[in-house]
């Protein structure tokens, strides 16, 4: 059976007692059948994995203790993502498979074109954390407030290249061979793809390289993955 892993917003250390939340404490007595003395796995994204012995796991709460350090922290490459809400299960699908595939934070965005305009930031990031327990990670991506994309490029720091996945641009793939390291952010559009407006100003932008997803043009969900695993591949931590 897998190992129960759960993230806990408390300090790890050895020997440190760690409360549990109703809802946690339920889920290991109530679903995963759990007892006292019981061992999991615990991280709270910036201390690393833990083993934690269940002290106490009821109803209404309960107590874990922290025994030792079990895996390093581990920190995703300074990756963000940036894309256009669209229907409900597939943006919960979008934050899931970024978490996944290791970005550092994660920015809904409104576009000319964004079908939905409003996002639940609790849910999504609530969707991250159990990303994060389930792959086995360490650290939890943010999950942003949506905000406007023409807000986001006014304050845009340049020295953060976009890699910008542009429906425009379908067709052969060009390698990412010669492209910088150093910080980035990915950029899907949502179904109704990017406006002409937008297409100007990201094209004016020194900082956004536009990239091809192949020949075939992808749902923001799938495109949203290609391009991460692109660049994982070839700038972030799967390369050699
Ligand atoms: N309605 C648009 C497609 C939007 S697809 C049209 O028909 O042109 C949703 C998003 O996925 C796009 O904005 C883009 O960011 C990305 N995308 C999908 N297919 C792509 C491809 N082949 N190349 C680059 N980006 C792509």
Known sequence: MA???????????????????????HYLSGVMRMRQGDEIAVFNGHDGEWAARIVQAGKRGGELLALDQTAPQRNPPDLWLLFAPIKKARTDFIVEKAAEMGVSRILPVQTDFTN??????????????????????????????????ARLLDGWDASRR????????????????GLPQGPWAVLIGPEGGFSQ????????????????????????????????????????DWKA
């Open 3 to 25: 190992k129960v892993r759960l993230f806990i917003d408390h300090p790890l250390a050895a020997g440190q007692p760690v409360p549990l939340a109703a809802a946690q404490a």
């Open 116 to 149: 939905s305009e409003r996002i639940r930031q609790d849910r999504l990031q609530a969707h991250a954390v159990e990303a994060a327990e389930q792959c086995g990670g360490t650290f939890v991506p943010t999950v942003d407030d949506l905000a406007p994309l």
């Open 162 to 177: 976009i890699l910008w996945a542009d429906e425009a641009a379908a067709g052969p793939f060009d390698s990412m061979a």
């Open 197 to 236: 407006a937008e297409r100007d100003r990201l094209r004016a932008c020194p900082y956004v390289n536009s990239i091809s997803l192949g020949p075939r043009i992808l749902r923001a969900d799938t495109a949203a993955v290609a391009a991460l695993t692109l660049w994982q591949a070839s700038l972030g």
